[in-house]
Structures are given as C-alpha cells and as structure tokens.
C-alpha cells in the first residue's frame, strides 16, 4: 500500500550546526507536502509546504526540498537552536484525498 | 496566522462515562475538521472527518457508536467518547482547514489527553 515514512526515527544535533530530517513516500500521486513540528503534549505545528510543482521553498531558517523522482522530501533546519528540539512528521497529500503521516523523527539539539 | 482550539487539554474520567472534546476555528472558518488519535512515540491517526453539516466520515476500523462527532458550525466541532474505557486513554487531537482550498495546511489544536481510570 501507499506510505510515507522516515528515513531517521532519532536525531541528535549540536546547537548551531544543521540537521536535516529525510522522509520517503511512496503514493507517486501525492501532490502536496507539509512539514509539522511537534512538541511534547501539543499538537502539530505547521513548518512549512511544498507543492509538487517546485522543488524547493524555503521559510525562515528552514527549507524543505522535493525530490520527485525518488520520491524524497526534506527538511532542513539551519542553525539550530534548543527550541528546535521536537518531533518532526512529514504529511502528504494526493489531491483532495485525507493527508498521510509519516512515523516521525525526534530531533535533539545538544547545548 | 490560523488557530485551532481545542478544550479540554487534560480529563480525567471514570469507565462507563462519557467524555466531551471540543474543537473551534478562532480565526477561520473550516467547513472540514479531522479527528485524530495519537499513541506514545507514535504517528497521528486520522479516526474520522467531521463535515459542518452532515455526517463525519469514519475511517476503517474506527466506531462511530463510540467516538460520536458532531460539526454544529463552521467553527465548531466536537468529540464525544461514549462508555470510555481504560483502552480509549489516548492523545486526541483535532485539526481544520481553511478554506481557501485543497493546497491549504491542516492546523492542528493542543490535544487533548484522556484518561479512563
């Protein structure tokens, strides 16, 4: 069947260096991809999206990059800082159809 | 930017009774809310889709006698876990869409965390 999934369930980063946390997909369909960030006890936090038109946006210290033809997204966080330290999902989306989570990567930003 | 709330953060409550959730759009109108549950270290899973008036969508394996929504509004949906059970503790959360269109992003609420004692 059709899933998302990552590359890196755990993460561990200087402070001030970059991560980059990967993610796989498979429904070739998939046309839209966002990027949640998620804190212990909260809800997801929207990061940033991509549509499959581009291969790559960037927001503020952040980009994330699509690969189309391997089916591959990314996140980049640069500089990272302790409040980056969370649980990272990747998500797609195929048309109108329900949005699909990855399993997640915890990243940890080491002072 | 968007905001999703979603009341309570934390219940407590007992086998047999049933539990409330509420999920509202402050900033936006969202004709479409998502009911998901979430498990320690795990992925978010979508339970059911909640549609301002009509019937929620229920994914495959979820009962809908048991986790009951209800979409009153364009801003408001909610919850009901009927006759919990120590196995229905869980990380709830809700999220919504604006609508702007497909290519929008989910925006998700606090969570809820329920424990059945």
């Known amino acids: 069947g059709e899933s998302v999934g990552l590359h890196l369930p755990t993460l561990s980063v200087q402070e001030g260096d970059n991560s980059i946390i990967n993610c796989a997909y498979s429904n070739s369909a998939s046309d839209y991809f966002i990027w949640y960030k998620q804190e212990s006890g909260k809800g997801p936090q929207f990061i940033i999206d991509i549509r499959s038109n581009m291969d790559k946006r960037q927001g503020q210290r952040v980009t994330v990059l699509l690969n189309k033809t391997v089916k591959h997204l990314s996140l980049q966080i640069a500089a990272t800082q302790p409040g980056d330290s969370a649980v990272y999902f990747c998500?797609?989306?195929?048309?109108?159809?329900?949005?699909?989570f990855g399993t997640g990567t915890r990243l940890t930003i080491i002072p | 930017g968007a905001v999703v709330s979603q009341h309570p953060s934390r219940v407590i409550c007992k086998s047999g009774t049933s539990v409330k959730i509420e999920c509202r759009s402050l900033?936006?109108?969202?004709?479409?809310m998502f009911w998901y549950r979430q498990f320690p270290k795990k992925s978010l899973m979508l339970m059911a889709t909640s549609n301002e008036g009509s019937k929620a969508t229920y994914e495959q394996g979820v009962e809908k006698d048991k986790f009951l929504i209800n979409h009153a509004s364009l801003t408001l949906s909610t919850l009901t876990v009927t006759s919990a059970h120590p196995e229905d503790s869980s990380f709830y959360i809700c999220?919504?869409?604006?609508?702007?269109?497909?290519?929008?992003?989910?925006?998700f609420g606090n969570g809820t965390r329920l424990t059945v004692t």
């Open positions: 999220s919504a869409r604006e609508m702007r269109g497909n290519n929008s992003p989910l925006h």
């Open positions: 998500a797609e989306r195929a048309g109108n159809e329900k949005l699909t």
């Open positions: 900033d936006f109108q969202a004709t479409t």
